[in-house]
């Protein structure tokens, strides 16, 4: 599952994400996409500021995520090569995947449930949606368009 973000604030990028996230409930990639993203991650500039997941972040990121907080504009662009490379290595391994079954479907309808929780966690998101459209219509953006549920996936919101 293919996650990019920006954070801007005051003409700053203070957070960038760019990730694969894991369809699995143990987060684990498949060797494929972990082996390039670990090749991609070690072609970054040592001097590209790292960061920690937010709490939100850490049920659904790869252990392989980028996120970064940019401070010039080189930096800006090794994250943008990362991201655009990332969803390189997704469109590929999603050529050569095989169909997946009954089991996988469900187990990958789950991670896109746990993506959309997790992700609908981010206060920050949040609050900056609400200063500009007001509490009601921030949480139905980011439930309703922002992370929409698959259907019939609601009960692991239930359970989690």
């Given at each position: 599952?293919?996650?990019?973000?920006?954070?801007?604030?005051?003409?700053?990028?203070?957070?960038?994400?760019?990730?694969?996230?894991?369809?699995?409930?143990?987060?684990?990639?498949?060797?494929?996409?972990?082996?390039?993203?670990?090749?991609l991650t070690a072609s970054l500039p040592e001097s590209l500021p790292r960061r920690q997941a937010p709490d939100w972040?850490?049920?659904?990121?790869?252990?392989?995520?980028?996120?970064?907080?940019?401070?010039?504009?080189?930096?800006?662009?090794?994250?943008l090569r990362f991201a655009t490379r990332a969803l390189e290595i997704l469109r590929q391994e999603a050529e050569v995947?095989?169909?997946?079954?009954?089991?996988?479907?469900?187990?990958?309808?789950?991670?896109?449930?746990?993506?959309?929780?997790?992700?609908?966690?981010?206060?920050?998101?949040?609050?900056?949606?609400?200063?500009?459209?007001?509490?009601?219509?921030?949480?139905?953006?980011?439930?309703?368009?922002?992370?929409?549920?698959?259907?019939?996936?609601?009960?692991?919101?239930?359970?989690?």
């Open positions: 599952m293919y996650a990019v973000d920006m954070v801007g604030f005051r003409g700053r990028i203070s957070l960038a994400i760019a990730d694969l996230c894991p369809t699995t409930q143990n987060l684990t990639l498949p060797p494929s996409i972990r082996d390039k993203l670990k090749d972040g850490v049920p659904i990121f790869s252990a392989e995520c980028c996120l970064v907080g940019p401070e010039t504009e080189e930096d800006i662009g090794a994250f995947a095989k169909k997946a079954n009954p089991k996988e479907e469900t187990e990958n309808g789950e991670a896109q449930t746990r993506f959309c929780h997790f992700q609908c966690k981010n206060e920050k998101t949040k609050r900056i949606l609400a200063s500009s459209m007001g509490q009601e219509w921030a949480d139905r953006y980011m439930t309703e368009i922002m992370f929409d549920l698959p259907n019939g996936f609601d009960k692991y919101i239930e359970n989690n």
